[in-house]
C-alpha cells in the first residue's frame, strides 16, 4: 500500500538528462558496481550505475546497465561506461563491490586496465583504507537501504525523465516502489 511504501513517489525527482551530457563539465561522476558471473536464467543481475553528482550534492542516475552477462561482457561495458564519463575531469572513481566473490574481480579490473590503458581510480574502503566498497552499516540489504531513506526524503537522489521508460529504469522504480517499510516485495 501506498502507506506502508518507504519511498513514495513525491520522493522520486526527475531530471532532464540531456542538461547533464551537454554540461559534462559541471559534474563529478562517479560509478558503482554490483557485478554478477553468469548469464544464465535465473542468476543476479549485475549492475553499473553512473552517477553525476553536482555542486549541490545532488545525485543524479546517469547512465548504467543491468543485466546478466559474463563477468567479461561486465568489464567491457564498465570500461567503456569509464571512457565516456572520464572525459569530463579526466578523473572518475570506480567503487567495486567488495561482497561475496566480487573481491576477487580487483585483480581482473587492474589487469585489463592496463591491457586497455584504461585507468581509473578504484574507491577505498574508508574505514580500512583497501581498494573494494563492502556494504555499508550492519543488517541486512533492506536495513542498509533503509538508511538511503532520507536522501530521498530530502530529494538528493535524481533520475533521469528521458529514461523513464528503458528497462533498467522501469526496473528500478519497481525495486524502489515495491520497497515497504519492512522488507522488499519485488520479485
Known amino acids: 500500500s501506498d502507506e506502508d511504501r518507504l519511498i513514495p513517489d513525491t520522493d522520486i525527482v526527475w531530471y532532464k538528462r540531456s542538461i547533464v551530457m551537454n554540461n559534462m563539465s559541471n559534474f563529478n561522476f562517479y560509478i558503482t558496481t554490483d557485478l554478477a558471473v553468469s548469464s544464465k536464467d535465473g542468476a543476479d543481475y549485475g549492475a553499473i550505475s553512473v552517477w553525476a553528482i553536482n555542486n549541490n550534492g545532488d545525485y543524479l542516475w546517469a547512465d548504467g546497465i543491468l543485466k546478466r552477462q559474463k563477468l567479461s561482457d561486465h568489464l567491457d561495458d564498465l570500461f567503456r561506461l569509464v571512457?565516456?564519463?572520464?572525459?569530463?575531469?579526466?578523473?572518475?572513481?570506480?567503487?567495486?563491490?567488495?561482497?561475496?566473490?566480487?573481491?576477487?574481480?580487483?585483480?581482473?579490473?587492474?589487469?585489463?586496465?592496463?591491457?586497455?590503458?584504461?585507468?581509473?581510480?578504484l574507491a577505498k574502503d574508508k574505514t580500512k583504507n583497501t581498494v573494494g566498497i563492502r556494504a555499508a552499516g550492519k543488517?541486512?540489504?533492506?536495513?542498509?537501504?533503509?538508511?538511503?531513506?532520507?536522501?530521498f526524503n530530502m530529494k538528493k537522489i535524481w533520475f533521469p525523465e528521458e529514461l523513464r521508460e528503458s528497462a533498467i529504469m522501469v526496473e528500478a522504480m519497481n525495486e524502489i516502489r515495491n520497497t515497504s517499510n519492512t522488507n522488499f516485495k519485488s520479485k
Open 139 to 151: 543488517g541486512n540489504k533492506h536495513s542498509r537501504f533503509k538508511t538511503m531513506q532520507p536522501m
Open 83 to 121: 571512457r565516456i564519463y572520464k572525459q569530463a575531469h579526466g578523473y572518475i572513481e570506480v567503487g567495486i563491490e567488495l561482497d561475496g566473490q566480487q573481491g576477487g574481480f580487483l585483480d581482473y579490473i587492474q589487469e585489463r586496465m592496463m591491457h586497455t590503458n584504461t585507468y581509473f581510480t
